[in-house]
Nanobody, 117 residues
Framework: VQLVESGGGLVQPGGSLRLSCAASGFTFSNYDMRWYRQAPGKEREWVATIVTADGTTNYADSVKGRFTISRDNAKNTVYLQMNSLTPEDTAVYYC???????????WGQGTQVTVSS
């Protein structure tokens, strides 16, 4: 089982990034997918969810209206489009998969996002 994030980097305030998380080793379409982030010195926090059943999405208040989570089951990939980035969005972003049926959970290794001028 692997979840491999990519797309992180350094961006100026107000800029955009799109993160990707490529999944392998499990039936991606059966898993709810989430993005989390962890800033230096802080606990990991939930960012966004996209469920498998009907594609419903949910967002943390801190990113609502700026971030968009999506998935492509044909490519076994989940995305996080991040717009209007601020320095407070600086963190390592992690991809997470969870099966409602079995309870199985997987984490990616994370990708660093730094918002700075």
């Amino acid at each position: 089982v692997q979840l491999v994030e990519s797309g992180g980097g350094l961006v100026q305030p107000g800029g955009s990034l799109r993160l990707s998380c490529a999944a392998s080793g499990f039936t991606f379409s059966n898993y709810d997918m989430r993005w989390y982030r962890q800033a230096p010195g802080k606990e990991r926090e939930w960012v966004a969810t996209i469920v498998t059943a009907d594609g419903t999405t949910n967002y943390a208040d801190s990113v609502k209206g700026r971030f968009t989570i999506s998935r492509d089951n044909a490519k076994n990939t989940v995305y996080l489009q991040m717009n209007s980035l601020t320095p407070e969005d600086t963190a390592v972003y992690y991809c997470h998969a969870r099966s409602r049926r079995t309870g199985s959970r997987y984490w990616g290794q994370g990708t660093q996002v730094t918002v700075s001028s």
